[in-house]
Structure formats: structure tokens, C-alpha cells
């Protein structure tokens, strides 16, 4: 019946399209009028068609109705985190992050009472321990635990390694061959100002640091076996967030296919801190509710919300909660888990897929022929044009072609935060010898922020 339907309308041919548009212009300019460009110099169209593409592009073979509900916690208090652990997991989350800051910690006691079988688990690792690992070890066989210990990470956040070079490396290899696993963090990228291109080209060069040094280190068999995972923080520009994910899946494929390993990776997302703002900040709810869609659409696999408080707050209940609800919301509510893959051949999502990551792998294959992403962050030119890029954002922003309602449009001048500010929330002047110049994470609002606070009364 829908054939016999359609059949009744003429197919349009993109050029047609465009001639109609023209006409409706009246000798305005297409190109100048309807046409924009991104940070990423992507020529963005009011329209895309079939005739964009010279093959119907591939369904994705990832699920978007597989994607789990993630709470962070950092562990203090042993028993308090175990006990917070249950208590959230019994209001709706399907996995947590442990932020472990010692090795201090019984990873017994822990996870005491927590059924794993139901229940992915992320260990996230601000030091390296072999014995640690070890105790770890007895869970690696489950399939939802991943360990995050990111050496490469660590050297760009912080300009050091965590004792040298050399141990790193070889704890991080023990680190492989115990769990059979490791994780890329891209988000310190996206969150210091980087564009999307950066952070794709930037993940993939991390990435293939670890490939490099670990190529013979493994059979084939384990390759293939090897779990894989990246952390990405997702901002507000919607489609383009969408199509960044499905670009770094492509792009890992695409390199995972030159080592003859697991092409698969798992994707932990987490919303953007870059757009984040104290004052006005009930609409960081906003921005985490799109943003968390952007990240359930592009196929994250796990994605672990902000809390709208958590730029100036200490973590609290009440903050976590509604982070909580908003996943379960678009769960349950809005049926995020029910349909598979819906930005799949979308023509603009899929245009932007290929154009993202056809921009980021140029850039990959510029930085290894420059000697590799360690090189260049020791030189100091991944630092260098991160700044750019956060600079010319910084600008946009300043002179309101970025909107952050409430902050640079629409403030609210009887806005009161001084008084409300837990944490301090901008970036922190704390001069220290290290190794590298380190990548530094900053908001955007934080300077019109620092002269509204001065101007309270």
C-alpha cells in the first residue's frame, strides 16, 4: 500500500530542491544566506538529500536501547559508598563509577552486597598499583567492569606522570594483561575548549600510544577479546554531539583494523562542563538533558549525568537525584531505550558523521607523522592549539554569538551566589614543576561569573 502511495509523487532531486530555494530567495544569496559554518569548518546546508551520498550509508551495528544509566562516586568512606551504591542502584541506576583515590580501599567491602550480575561497574584509578589491580583481578571475567587508569591522561591533566615514564608504562602494561582492558579519556579535551575534530584526532592519537607500545605484547586472541573504552563529554551542540560519537566508533574501527584487534569500544559519556554556569544554573538542566539525548542517540553506552550543582555544590543528595531522574526520565518516559539507533540515515547526522571524522583522521595521521601524540604534547603543541581553539570559542562567546541564557543573555541581576558557593568554581592558579605544560579544563562563564560576584552586594 505505502508504494502504491508514494508512487503518486514525483521523486525531487536535490538540485531542484536547491532551485526552488533560490527562487524563494529573491536573488538573495543561497550560500551566504542559508549557509553557516562550524568551529570545525563544516559547511552546514538547510537541506540533505539522497543525492549527497554516493552509497546508502551502513546501519550502525551498535544499540541504542542498550545504554545504562551510570551514578560517579567517589569513595571516601568505604561503607558509605557502599551503602550509596546500593541505595542508587535501588532507585534506578544500572552502573556506577567508583572515583577510587587510594589504594587504601577493600574492593570487598566495596562492592559488598552488590549483585554484579545486573550491575556494570567503572573503577576509576587516581593512582597506579599493581597490587591493587591484582585485587581487582577476580572480577576482570566479569563482562561490566572496566577499569579506567589512563597514564596518557594523567600526563596531560596534571604535566606529569605518575612516578616516570617507564614504570607507568609498565604498570599500565600489567594493568592489560590483568584485566585485559583499557580506557582512553577524552573529555579533559572537550572541557579545556578543544573542537570536536581535536577531540576525535586527539582520542585516536591517545589511543594509538597504547596500541603502539602493546602490539606485541598480546596473541591474537587476546587482541580480539580486548575491551576497549572511551570516556567522552558531550556539549550542547545537539546533531553535532550525535554524529561525533558515531565518529569516533568509525575511527576506532578504522584503527583497530590496522592492529587486527576488537573493533568494538564501549563509550562512557558524560555532559560537557565547559557550558556550565553558577548563576542562573537551573538551566544546566537544560543543558544536561540534551546533551545526555545527544549521547543516547550517538550510541553511548553508558552515560553518567551532572548534577545542575555540581560547579559550586559539594556532591549532595538531592543534586545527584535529579541528575538520576533525568536519565530515568528519558529511559522510561520519553522511550530512549525503545527504538534502535533513530539517527541512523538521517542524511545530516550522516553527512556530519563522515565529515567529522574524515577532518579528525587528516589530523590523526598529521600529528603520527609529526612523531605521535606524546611528542607532541611534550613540545607542547597540543597544548598550544587547544588554546587556540578555546581562545577563538572564548571570543564567540564574549561577544554573545555562544548563548549561555541566564549568564551572557537574559541575566537575571538580582541573582545572589556568594553566599551559595561550596566549592570554588573557576580554574585554580597553582604553580608546580612538571614535566609538561598540562592541559587546563575552563568554563566559559568563569570570567563574567568572577566580575558578577564582586559586583554582589
Known amino acids: 500500500m505505502n508504494k502504491t502511495l508514494f508512487s503518486e509523487f514525483d521523486a525531487v532531486s536535490s538540485k531542484q530542491w536547491k532551485q526552488k530555494i533560490q527562487f524563494d530567495l529573491k536573488g538573495a544569496d543561497y550560500n551566504d544566506t542559508l549557509i553557516w559554518k562550524s568551529n570545525e569548518d563544516i559547511a552546514v546546508k538547510p537541506f540533505y538529500h539522497a543525492d549527497d551520498f554516493d552509497d546508502f550509508p551502513e546501519i550502525s551495528d551498535t544499540k541504542a536501547t542498550q545504554w545504562k544509566i551510570c551514578q560517579s562516586i567517589f569513595v571516601a568512606n568505604i561503607e558509605k559508598s557502599n551503602l550509596h551504591a546500593i541505595d542508587v542502584i535501588e532507585r534506578g541506576a544500572e552502573s556506577i563509577e567508583f572515583i577510587i583515590p587510594s589504594e587504601d580501599i577493600s574492593i570487598d567491602d566495596l562492592l559488598k552486597n552488590i549483585d554484579l550480575n545486573f550491575v556494570s561497574l567503572h573503577f576509576k584509578l587516581l593512582f597506579l598499583s599493581d597490587e591493587f589491580i591484582q585485587n581487582l583481578a577476580k572480577f576482570s571475567s566479569i563482562a561490566g567492569i572496566y577499569i579506567?587508569?589512563?597514564i596518557?591522561?594523567?600526563?596531560?591533566?596534571?604535566g606529569?606522570?605518575?612516578k616516570n615514564l617507564n614504570d607507568d608504562f609498565q604498570k599500565f602494561e600489567n594493568i592489560i594483561k590483568t584485566t585485559n582492558s583499557f580506557s582512553i579519556d577524552t573529555s579533559l579535551y572537550q572541557n579545556a575548549g578543544a573542537n570536536m575534530i581535536q577531540q576525535l584526532a586527539y582520542g585516536l592519537s591517545h589511543a594509538n600510544e597504547y596500541l603502539n607500545h602493546l602490539d606485541n605484547v598480546f596473541t591474537s586472541e587476546a587482541k580480539q577479546s580486548l575491551k576497549i573504552n572511551f570516556k567522552v563529554s558531550v556539549g550542547s551542540n545537539y546533531f553535532f554531539e550525535i554524529a561525533k560519537l558515531r565518529a569516533l566508533r568509525l575511527l576506532w574501527k578504522t584503527l583497530a583494523a590496522e592492529y587486527n584487534i576488537n573493533p568494538n569500544c564501549h563509550i562512557f559519556a558524560v555532559p560537557s562542563k565547559r557550558n556550565k554556569t553558577i548563576y542562573d544554573f537551573n538551566t544546566n538542566?537544560?543543558?544536561?538533558?540534551?546533551e545526555c539525548m545527544s549521547a543516547i542517540l550517538g550510541g553511548a553506552n553508558t552515560i553518567c549525568n551532572l548534577a545542575y550543582d555540581s560547579v559550586y555544590h559539594k556532591n549532595?543528595?538531592?543534586?545527584?537525584?535529579?541528575?538520576?531522574n533525568q536519565l530515568l526520565i528519558l529511559k522510561h518516559e520519553s522511550y530512549f531505550d525503545t527504538v534502535d539507533n533513530?539517527?541512523?540515515?538521517?542524511?545530516y547526522i550522516e553527512s556530519l558523521t563522515h565529515q567529522l571524522a574524515e577532518k579528525a583522521l587528516l589530523l590523526f595521521k598529521d600529528i603520527e607523522?609529526?612523531?605521535?601524540?606524546?611528542k607532541q604534547l611534550k613540545s607542547g603543541t597540543i597544548q598550544r592549539k587547544i588554546k587556540e581553539s578555546a581562545s577563538k570559542e572564548q571570543q564567540q562567546f564574549d561577544i554573545g554569538e555562544i548563548v549561555l541564557l541566564g549568564t551572557n543573555k537574559y541575566a537575571n541581576p538580582k541573582d545572589r551566589m556568594k553566599d551559595e558557593l561550596e566549592l570554588y568554581p573557576f580554574t585554580k592558579n597553582n604553580p608546580r614543576k612538571t614535566l609538561i605544560e598540562p592541559i587546563i579544563e575552563k568554563r566559559l562563564a568563569e570570567h563574567t561569573e568572577q566580575e558578577r560576584l564582586k559586583n554582589e552586594l
Do not use: C, M, V
Request: without cysteine.
Open 316 to 324: 549532595n543528595e538531592f543534586g545527584e537525584r535529579i541528575a538520576r
Open 152 to 158: 596518557i591522561g594523567n600526563l596531560a591533566k596534571t
Open 342 to 347: 533513530p539517527s541512523d540515515s538521517s542524511y
Open 285 to 290: 538542566l537544560l543543558r544536561t538533558t540534551t
Open 369 to 374: 607523522i609529526q612523531g605521535g601524540f606524546l
Open 160 to 162: 606529569n606522570w605518575h
Open 148 to 150: 579506567h587508569a589512563d
